[in-house]
DNA sequence: AAAACGGGGAT
DNA sequence: ATCCCAGTTTT
């Protein structure tokens, strides 16, 4: 089995017909490799938390689900999200039935929402080319949209039972640790290397237990902050136990970069029970969601006057501040935000132009909101 | 290779 | 305030 993919586009690690003895990892001792999946997976049989709801299925859809919503996700965080998903969309065939929308309002504060759109359309396709079953293949998974080479890696083995190497943040940080690995883990080529160590380590092992267990320990043992060595059954096994004084140190992290801050004015404009509303474009941040009219605070005007302008380029609507509602602050993965929210009126009741709708005050619950419009709302009933 | 893409919890 | 999480896609 090969799932090493290069430079970019993954396909798990192609290593030829190398037998066992020939596999060259560098200075990764292949004695080592050998030996540690055995106390690796008597540790998770043991002590793994066997409540996780993706832990009692290895239904491909159901895995599938959990392992999109864990991507750049805490556990703690998906799991009411993976119980509603699935009681929303019990099987793929619904999935793949479902409105877009739906989907996406299910998706709500979890974040990432482009997966949830891959979520939809992926069940589309499967259930058009391959009727209704996630293929059993990691070529036809990593054409699916949404599917790198983790989430194929992830189901090929933990749903489907074949050796694929899944290679998380998880795992690989384990990686850097036990063989003090101090190249950048984010390059292509650490994660080719990291990818075909991994595929060594769990030959001869159950590949979907083998699979759970490294993320698992690296979740609950090896962490990023503070490992709990003493606890760890591979720590025999561990370079970074045996000679540093601290094997947190691993794996490198790049500085990251400051986020810019941008201050925004948005209007709230209520008429006859319902409130405009404008839809974000198909992609990009927060696509589809919906939001209140307003920009990005234009330069040499109050905020009331961006307000406005704002307003009205994006509605086609003349508006007049009458209140200010409060001021949210966010931070997004790039940047923070500053939002000021107004209640605004205007003149008759105009059509607005755009992607800008009234909604129905009791339609608002069906659409899909962030957390500064939802912000922003709460501010606004409470002060009504 | 770098940037874009959310939100929350831990430190 | 900073890090980083069961990553993937686009530029
Ligand atoms: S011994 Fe410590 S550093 Fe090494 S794998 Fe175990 S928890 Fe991680």
């Known amino acids: 089995m090969k799932n090493i993919e290069n430079g970019g586009t993954n396909s798990n690690v192609k290593s030829g017909s190398r037998t066992d003895s020939a596999v060259d990892f560098g200075h990764v001792s292949v004695k080592k490799v050998n030996s540690m999946a055995r106390p690796l997976i008597e540790w998770f049989l043991g002590c793994q938390r066997k409540h996780l709801p993706w832990r009692k299925t290895k239904d491909p859809y159901r895995i599938w689900i959990s392992e999109l919503m864990l991507q750049q996700t805490r556990v703690e965080q998906a799991i009411p999200y993976y119980r509603r998903f699935l009681k929303a969309f019990p099987t793929l065939p619904r999935l793949a039935m479902a409105n877009q929308s739906a989907v996406l309002k299910v998706w709500e504060g979890l974040g990432y929402y482009r997966r949830a759109k891959y979520a939809h359309e992926a069940a589309r396709i499967v259930l058009k080319d391959y009727r209704g079953k996630l293929p059993n293949n990691y070529d036809d998974l990593r054409a699916l949209p949404g599917f790198g080479p983790y989430t194929a890696a992830a189901v090929m083995s933990i749903a489907y039972g074949k050796p694929y190497a899944a290679l998380d943040g998880n795992a690989s940080r384990v990686l850097s640790r036990l063989f003090i690995l101090q190249e950048d883990p984010t390059t292509a080529d650490a994660k080719r290397r990291r990818t075909e160590i991994l595929q060594g380590m769990m ?157 129905r005050k009791g339609s608002l619950k069906r659409l899909p909101f962030n957390l500064v419009s939802k912000a922003g709302l709460e501010a606004y009933e409470r002060k009504k």
Do not use: M
């Open 203 to 359: 030959r001869g092992s159950d590949p979907s237990t083998f699979t759970q267990a490294l993320i698992e320990l690296g979740a609950l043992l090896c962490s990023p902050r503070s490992p709990r060595c003493s606890e760890c059954p591979i720590q025999e096994s561990c370079s970074a136990f045996r000679y540093l004084p601290d094997p947190a140190v691993l794996p490198i992290r790049k500085e990251r970069k400051k986020k810019p801050h941008y201050n925004v004015s948005a209007g709230i404009l209520e008429r006859d029970g319902r409130i405009l509303l404008k839809k974000r474009p198909n992609t990009g941040l927060l696509a589809n969601f919906w939001e209140f009219p307003g920009g990005k605070q234009l330069a040499n005007r109050s905020r009331e006057e961006t307000c406005r302008i704002r307003f009205k380029s994006e509605t086609g609507i003349e508006i007049r501040i009458t209140d200010k509602i409060c001021v949210v602050k966010h931070e997004f993965t790039h940047f923070r935000i500053t939002v000021h929210f107004y209640t605004v009126a205007c003149q008759k009741s105009p059509s607005p132009k755009g992607t800008a709708r009234w909604i």
